[in-house]
Structure formats: structure tokens, C-alpha cells
């Protein structure tokens, strides 16, 4: 409650507060005067203005000290403040050029510290009123007012007063009419004017700045008089079978009892400017008029006005068609050809083309053509090959026809014949041919004659790439021998190529074409082609497109542009000739992406292509097959020595030589009876001895035939060690064959009991079976009695893993002599 009831007193003090501020206001503001030097100026010059305050009638301000202030609108000025007669404060202020059209001007005062206004002056600025121009005045007879207009001129920006003054031969002059709304034309009542009679007649513009006048008319308001339009009442065609017509028709009531001139304007539906009659007697009500067309459609419109030349025409009357009657047509057809002989090889085909009638000469609406191979006769018509209601005819003639015949007809008959004469194509050319646009749906065609004279052109034009159309809508025929220019429009359209030919027409013969290609207009390609990649290599790519159709390209190609760009480099680009449809980039970096797209150009401008992302090879095509092929070499260099080695013992024995097994040897599974008999010796200890033997094959030379050349074969050994065995011994693994073709298994001796150098063992000793089958004893100590048998081509394995000695020991003086050598050195039986 104590919350309201402040809000209530807080709500009341300001009610207070406002109604005394409003009372001080108003009896600040008769306490001030605000005088301007005046109240409108021109536009742009200075304006001077003062206020006097008297503080004797401004209460409050009686002990206080004024202080006086300007704002033009919302905008400070300030003024000269000085102390006036009387006890009065005045404020000058002078604006040296005000260029606002209207504002006011503020006197302000402070009064307990706030700024009040106490008066104010408003201020308008413009220009004099212009002079009104192109003052015209029509008079209408149907209520006889004068109706004038005219053109106010520029806008003063002041208040401004218009009114039309006229003033008569012997009257004083009068404000006739005043325009409402802002209107530049009124109307000077019936009472005001004075008939045949001169009078005075102008536009009067005042505002405050001054006043000023157009251009007096002295006329006779009838002078000035629009009449109303006659109205035409009949057309007739007469007499008949010629070009005149005609017409009747009756003159508007208010304008009977005048001499009337008027017109007859006249044209047909596909006329754009009329055909105008002049000098017809208005009241007469009839007239003849020529020279119209036979069945043809007009339209007929009339207009009147006063005799000699005075007053305004009156509007053309409501319009009436009329067609006139028709005749057979006239004149002869421009006709063109082309043959070609029959498909069964007797007679010809006949392209015969040829121009509708112009309409001067069709004489009416043509219902269709007759061709013929023969003149038409006096009580018997030709055979008809033809008979069309088009401008073309195809059709088979006997070989050796010359001349074919051609007639249109309307409703009133058949027209004159065209004789056509089937000339051959093989006179002189033009000297040249050039094309050049004419507009956007023409083209002129320039040539230069030959030497001989021509009765006329034939001028053939074909959009590229599309299908003929009508042959009357193809070809131009220029009778003038003597021209060298022609304009082509028929089915020209822009952005199009068109291929155009001229033959010259002899007397006896017509002249082989010469051809040109041109557009009535040109623009950039529809598209450009799209990009395909080719082939791409480490430094180089090709591109490959399809060239942009003659229909898109939209003028002459001027070329291809390619531009390529990768994400560090500049753009780089090349541009190619129309014709090409591919392109190699050289100069590229491996293994790098590129961006490229294509540009097709015409005179008019260019079309850019779709981007293409390509990627270069680390390596081209050439050192890859290198890189493969060098493998390959490789790999099958690897098999070849892989082959070798299994085929080539030798060769395989450095790598892997083979270690016999004694055990498993048949000559460890036999033992001859002698040598089971005698016991073995089990070697014992001894001293470290020089060597020690591996093995030793003996071959022995069978009685009565001779040494071999070859050496023997040696058989395959492996080594043995059985459990406990107190030496290394050998077996061998199969008997060699006797290399000189004896066929008799050679058998090889085992050592028993050899031991390594530096072992302690007793003295080797070495048995060996020749082919007699004695076993033979090799001991290392000397033996009083020779060996039974002489043995020859003895071999001395030495062992895997040790050198062979030089010679051998002097504990073996039975094998003083023999050949060692190492295992690489044994010929064909293979020893480990």
C-alpha cells in the first residue's frame, strides 16, 4: 500500500510539473519577436534574420541575464547578440546562402538552465516561375469549348498560380480557364470566344518571386477546329478486270454546312506503312481510286478537315476491309533444276524447283502449279507430270528431254507458261565469292563476274549439318546480269553456318558454282569438348577430344587453347589449331597430379571445358618393359644355372659334394674269403704320420688289349662310422664300369683302420681286389715280395677336407709314383 501510494504521488508531481512548463512556454512565446528581411527568397541567396526579447513581458527572465540562441530546424546557428533600446535583447543572424526550399528558423532563450523557444519564422526559397512553351489550342465543334495545352516548364519550387488569359479585337483580356490538379491544359468556355473573329490567347505563370508569360496566339478559334471523322458507307470494284475501285461515304452532321478536304489512307494485312490519297472533295461523297491489287485484301480509312489547309484533321474514320476481284496470274516463274539419270539406266530424274508468283503477279490466291513436258495447244491440253500445290515437283523424263513447262492458277484461270530449259552445268565459274553478315537474319553475298556476260545468278544457301528445307525457302535467282551483290534472308538464322553457291546462267549453258561459308552472326561456343587422357607417361600426357558439332560451335572455331597447372607451378597453356582433336603435353614433372581443361575459341569469344585430374608415372612405359625384362633375364639366367648345376656333376660337386657311405656300399657287404680268414689288426696307438690315404681305386688292364685313352669311371662313395668304430672308413656305393668297354665291373678298395693325421692309431692298411679277383694286401711295411700283378692307371683320392700331400709316404713304398689328386679331379665316377 505505502508502494502505491508513492507511485501516486511520484505520477502527480509530474502532472504539476508539465502543466507549469506548458503555461511558462506560452508566456515565453509573446515575449520574443522573430523578423526576417523576407519570407521567401531565391534559391541560393543570403538570408537575415533577428529576434528581440523584452524580458519585462518573459517572466522569469526579469533578474536573469538572456542568453539567445538560433536553430535552422534541427541544425545551430549562430547570431550576434547585442542589448536594444527599451531593455530588449536582439539577436542578428545572417545566412549567407540558403539552399534549403523551406525550413524554419528558431529563437531560443535559456531559462533555469534549460533552452526554451520563444519564436520562430518560416522560410520558403525558390526560383521565378519558367515560361510556359508549346502552347496549342483545339476547338470542338461538338460543344464548341477551346481546349489548350502546353508545357509548364522547370518546377520553381514555390507555390505558383497558372491560369490561360485571351482577350478579343475590341475586349479587354480575361482569365479564360484554370488548370485543376496540376494539370497543363484546360478548356475556355463557349461565352469567352468569339467565332471568326481574331483573338489573343496565352498561359500566364505568377508566384512570389515574379511572373512570366508564353507566346500569344492570334487565331480564330474555327481555325483551330477539329472536325468529326466521316464515316464510309460502300466499296465496290469497277468496272471489272481493272485495278480501281470505288467508294462512298457520308460526312458528320456538324460539319455539313463547311467545305471539307479530306484523305483516304488504304494498305493490306502484311503492310506495315499505309498508302495515302489526297485532295478528295469531301463533299462530294464518293470517289474512284486505282491501282490496287487483283484479290487482294485492304483496309480503308478516311479523314476530313476544313478547306484551305485550315484547322486540325479529324480522326480517321473506323476502318473497313474489302478484296478486290481476282485475275489469272501474270508474269513468269523463276524456276531452278537438278538431274540425274533413272535407276534402270533409261530416261532421267527431275528435281524442278521454282518461286510462287510475287503478289502483283499472282493476281489472287494461287490454288497449285501444272508442269509439263510439251506447250500447251490451241483444242488439246498436255500430259501434266505435275500437279502440285507446292513449289517443287519431282518427277521422270525420257532421256534427252530439254525444256519442261510450269503454270500457276487461282479461281480466275491458269496463268502465262514458264518454259524451263534443262541447261548442262558446265560454264565458266565466278571469279570470286565472299559472304558477310547483313544482320542478324540476313547475309549479303558479294562475287565478282567472269569475263563472259551472264544473263543471271541462281543463289543457293544450306544450314550445315541440318535438313533441307522447302526449295523455294533455298535458293535465289538474281535477274540482273549485271549485279554483283545479293541479300539473302529466307531461313537465315544467327549463330548458324551456312554454306552458300552461285552459278552464273549462260545463254546456252549454266556456270560451275563457286561456294563460300559464312554466319549472320557470331557468339562463343555452346561447350568446349571434354578431355580424355590418351595416354600418360612420366613426363608427358596425351589428350584426346571430339570436336565440338557445327551447330554448338556458334561461329569459326579459331582454335583450341589447353591449360595445365599443377598445385606449386604457374598456369601454362597452348593453343592448337581447330582442326587437331588431340595433344601431348611435354615437360612434366613424374609422379605429379595436374588440372587440366580445355578452351574452345570463336571471333566472338571462348568456352572453357570441364577439368580433367591426371597423374604421371614414376616411370615410363619403355623402362618399366627394361625393368621387366631385365627380371626376367634374371630369372631365367637363375633356372639355366639352376639346370646346369643338376645336369653338371662336377660343377654340382664344388657346390655339394657328395660324402659316400660306407655301410651302405656293396663292397662293405662283400669281403673276399681270404680276407675273411686272415683276422684284422686293430691299429694301435702311433705317432702323428705325414698323410693319410682316402681312397684308392685300381684298374687293372685286361691281357691282350691295350690301354685306354679314357680315363675310368670312378664309383660313388659315402662315408660310414659306425658305433664305436675306432677309425673313419669308406664302402663304395656301386661298382665303376670299365671305361674301355669291357663291360667287367671294376672293384675298388676300402681302407680299413686309416685315421686323420694326429691321431693315434696304428698304420693303415689298404687292400686292394683287382680284376683276377685276388685280394691284394698294401701294407705300410715293406714287403720282401712284389705285387703279383702289375697295376696301371692307378688313382689316389685324397681326403674331403684336407689337402693332398705332394707325394705319398714312404710307409707305402708299393704306391711310389701313383697319380693324386683331389675329387674335382676324378673323371667320370664320382669320389667325395
Keep these: 500500500m505505502e508502494a502505491m501510494a508513492r507511485r501516486g504521488a511520484g505520477m502527480l508531481f509530474l ?60 541544425e545551430a546557428m549562430a547570431g550576434r547578440q547585442s542589448r536594444g533600446a527599451g531593455d530588449t535583447e536582439v539577436s542578428n543572424l545572417t545566412l549567407p546562402q540558403f539552399n534549403r526550399t523551406q525550413a524554419k528558423l528558431w529563437c531560443w532563450v535559456e531559462w533555469n538552465g534549460t533552452k526554451q523557444r520563444v519564436g520562430m519564422a518560416e522560410i520558403r526559397a525558390g526560383y521565378p516561375p519558367s515560361k510556359p512553351s508549346n502552347l496549342s489550342c483545339i476547338l470542338n465543334l461538338s460543344d464548341y469549348g477551346l481546349t489548350c495545352q502546353w508545357e509548364p516548364g522547370a518546377d520553381s519550387h514555390l507555390p505558383t498560380s497558372v491560369a490561360l488569359k485571351c482577350a478579343g479585337s475590341r475586349a479587354p483580356a480575361v482569365t479564360g480557364c484554370t488548370p485543376q490538379g496540376g494539370r497543363s491544359r484546360c478548356t475556355v468556355p463557349r461565352r469567352l470566344l468569339q467565332l471568326y473573329r481574331h483573338m489573343e490567347i496565352w498561359v500566364s505563370a505568377t508566384n512570389a518571386l515574379g511572373t512570366a508569360e508564353s507566346e500569344h496566339l492570334c487565331m480564330d478559334p474555327m481555325d483551330v477546329a477539329k472536325l468529326d471523322p466521316p464515316a464510309l458507307r460502300s466499296i465496290q470494284s469497277i468496272p471489272f478486270q481493272t485495278d480501281c475501285i470505288a467508294l462512298t461515304w457520308d460526312v458528320a452532321r456538324s460539319n455539313a454546312h463547311m467545305e471539307l478536304q479530306c484523305e483516304l489512307r488504304y494498305r493490306t494485312p502484311q503492310d506495315t506503312a499505309w498508302a495515302l490519297v489526297t485532295n478528295i472533295a469531301g463533299h462530294a461523297g464518293s470517289a474512284q481510286c486505282c491501282g490496287f491489287l487483283f484479290g487482294t485484301q485492304y483496309r480503308f480509312q478516311m479523314r476530313c478537315r476544313r478547306s484551305l489547309a485550315r484547322g486540325y484533321w479529324s480522326d480517321w474514320s473506323p476502318g473497313r476491309n474489302y478484296t478486290t476481284h481476282e485475275k489469272a496470274p501474270t508474269g513468269k516463274l523463276d524456276a531452278w533444276w537438278s538431274t540425274r539419270p533413272a535407276r534402270g539406266g533409261k530416261g532421267m530424274e527431275v528435281q524442278l524447283c521454282w518461286k510462287a508468283p510475287r503478289r502483283q503477279e499472282a493476281n489472287g490466291k494461287v490454288l ?31 532421256a534427252g528431254t530439254r525444256r519442261v513447262y510450269v503454270s500457276a492458277y487461282n479461281a480466275a484461270g491458269e496463268g502465262a507458261v514458264t518454259e524451263v530449259v534443262l541447261l548442262e552445268r558446265k560454264g565458266q565459274p565466278l571469279a570470286g565469292l565472299r559472304a558477310v553478315p547483313g544482320g542478324e537474319h540476313s547475309l549479303w553475298v558479294h562475287w565478282e563476274p567472269p569475263r563472259v556476260p551472264v544473263a543471271a545468278y541462281i543463289l543457293e544457301w544450306l544450314r550445315v549439318s541440318s535438313e533441307p528445307g522447302r526449295c523455294s525457302a533455298c535458293w535465289h535467282m538474281e535477274r540482273d546480269g549485271a549485279a554483283t ?77 589447353i591449360f595445365w597447372a599443377n598445385s606449386t607451378t604457374d598456369v601454362s597453356s597452348s593453343t592448337l589449331n581447330p582442326s587437331l582433336s588431340s595433344f601431348i ?12 581443361h580445355i578452351m574452345a575459341s570463336t ?101 691282350g688289349k691295350p690301354p685306354c685313352s679314357a680315363e675310368p669311371s670312378i664309383p660313388r662313395a659315402v662315408p660310414q662310422e659306425g658305433p664305436g668304430s675306432p677309425a673313419r672308413g669308406w664302402t663304395a656305393a656301386e661298382p665303376c664300369r670299365d671305361p674301355c668297354g669291357s663291360g667287367e665291373p671294376v672293384q675298388y678298395a676300402r681302407v680299413m683302420g686309416s685315421g686323420y693325421k694326429g691321431q693315434q692309431h696304428g698304420p693303415p692298411r689298404l687292400y686292394l681286389r683287382s680284376s683276377s679277383t685276388q685280394p691284394l694286401l698294401l701294407d705300410p711295411s715293406p714287403s720282401p715280395s712284389p705285387s703279383p700283378l702289375p697295376y696301371e692307371n692307378l688313382w689316389l683320392g685324397c681326403p674331403e677336407d684336407g689337402g693332398c700331400p705332394e707325394e705319398l709316404p714312404a710307409t707305402f713304398p708299393l704306391l711310389q709314383g701313383l697319380r693324386i689328386g683331389g675329387a674335382e679331379e676324378l673323371p667320370d665316377c664320382r669320389a667325395a
Design 368 to 398: 497449285g502449279y501444272h508442269v509439263t513436258l510439251s506447250p500447251r495447244r490451241r483444242g488439246r491440253d498436255p500430259p501434266m507430270v505435275c500437279n502440285t500445290t507446292h513449289t517443287h515437283c519431282n518427277f521422270s523424263a525420257p
Design 585 to 596: 603435353i611435354q615437360e612434366l614433372k613424374p609422379s605429379t597430379l595436374y588440372k587440366v
Design 485 to 561: 551483290a545479293a541479300l539473302i534472308q529466307d531461313g537465315i538464322e544467327p549463330f548458324q553456318r551456312y554454306n552458300i553457291s552461285v552459278y552464273p546462267l549462260y545463254k546456252d549453258a549454266i556456270g560451275v558454282p563457286v561456294h563460300a561459308v559464312a554466319y549472320s552472326k557470331q557468339k562463343a561456343p555452346s561447350y568446349a569438348p571434354k578431355l580424355h587422357l590418351k595416354s600418360i607417361s612420366k613426363s608427358s600426357a596425351e589428350l584426346c577430344w571430339e570436336p565440338v558439332p557445327v551447330e554448338m560451335q556458334n561461329g569459326f572455331l579459331t582454335g583450341y587453347t
Design 603 to 703: 571471333a566472338a569469344g571462348g568456352t572453357n571445358g570441364t577439368s580433367l585430374t591426371l597423374v604421371t608415372t614414376v616411370l615410363d612405359d619403355a623402362e618399366i618393359q627394361f625393368l621387366f625384362l631385365t627380371l626376367g633375364l634374371v630369372f631365367v639366367l637363375l633356372i639355366l644355372l639352376l639346370i646346369c648345376f643338376q645336369k653338371n656333376g662336377r660343377v654340382k660337386q664344388q657346390f655339394w659334394p657328395s660324402v659316400p657311405d660306407p655301410a651302405n656300399s656293396s663292397l662293405g657287404k662283400w669281403v673276399p674269403v681270404e680276407l675273411q680268414q686272415e683276422p684284422l689288426q686293430v691299429p694301435g696307438v702311433k705317432e702323428p704320420g705325414p698323410a693319410t690315404i682316402s681312397t684308392v681305386t685300381v684298374l687293372e688292364r685286361t691281357a
Design 15 to 74: 502532472l504539476q510539473l508539465s502543466l507549469l512548463l506548458l503555461l511558462h512556454l506560452r508566456g515565453t512565446m509573446g515575449c520574443a519577436l522573430v523578423a526576417v528581411d523576407s519570407p521567401v527568397v531565391p534559391l541560393g541567396s543570403a538570408v537575415t534574420a533577428s529576434c528581440t526579447i523584452q524580458s519585462k513581458l518573459c517572466r522569469g527572465l526579469e533578474q536573469e541575464k538572456v542568453r539567445i540562441s538560433w536553430m535552422l530546424d534541427n
